[in-house]
């Protein structure tokens, strides 16, 4: 008996030594990691669509995974994370299909993360293009237009031609003025010639 008063004792002390209660599990406030997207001015006025998908089948999915932009405009990939994680994602911009236009065929890698500080989530967003270790501050698209042929409308052609007959109908008419005004002159120098001054 008095065996197991001691055993209970020393049971009764361990259990002291821990804590009175268990504390709860802390619940984490979700944050949203940001990827920005810029597609840079080429002088079209198109709209582009530019795609984003998770490398990671588990990796938490974006409020949107296409964007539409037009030329000079930005946007962005909102990625909400409620626990800790670090994910890739893989962004492009799909071919417009425009004869006019070069594409920019740039493919971007982006790794979105929160990391767990004391008792919140802190996003963290890492970009880099494809096959390179050079690290971007945005995922950037620059497409190129293609410069137009310019040609003379009917219009002009016609004031063109207009022009040069009236231009030409200019010059006809001085070589014109100035036949009448020499040609008399030459024939009386011609019937007239000056007689040499005597010495």
């Keep these: 008996m008095k065996k197991q008063w ?32 810029e597609v840079a001015k080429d002088g079209t006025a198109n709209e582009y669509q530019i795609h984003l998908k998770a490398a990671d089948q588990d990796a938490p999915e974006a409020e949107k995974d296409v964007l539409t932009l037009k030329e000079g405009q ?15 994602y893989e962004i492009w911009e799909e071919d417009p299909k425009d004869p006019d236009i070069v594409p920019d065929t740039s493919q971007y890698l982006a790794a979105a993360a929160a990391f767990a500080e004391g008792e ?10 494809k096959e390179s270790d050079n690290k971007a501050d945005k995922v950037h698209f620059q497409n190129q237009g293609k410069p137009k ?4 409308q009917t219009g002009d052609r016609l004031a063109v031609f207009e022009w040069n007959l009236a231009a030409a109908a200019g010059l006809v008419g001085f070589l014109g003025t100035c036949l009448v005004y020499l040609v008399p002159k030459i024939r009386f120098q011609e019937k007239n010639p ?3 001054k005597r010495r």
Excluded: H
């Excluded at 020393?10 to 504390?23: G, K, M």
């Excluded at 919140?120 to 293009?129: E, N, Y």
């Excluded at 042929?149 to 003379?152: E, I, L, M, R």
């Design 74 to 88: 930005t946007g962005e990939f909102r990625i909400l994370f409620s626990e800790p994680g670090n994910f890739e």
């Design 149 to 152: 042929p310019v040609t003379p």
């Design 194 to 196: 000056k007689r040499r």
């Design 120 to 129: 919140k989530l802190v996003p963290s967003v890492v970009i880099q293009k």
């Design 6 to 37: 001691a055993a209970a004792a020393v049971l009764c002390f361990l259990l002291c030594l821990l804590p009175a209660s268990v504390s709860a599990k802390i619940v984490l406030e979700p944050v949203y990691a940001v990827i920005p997207v």
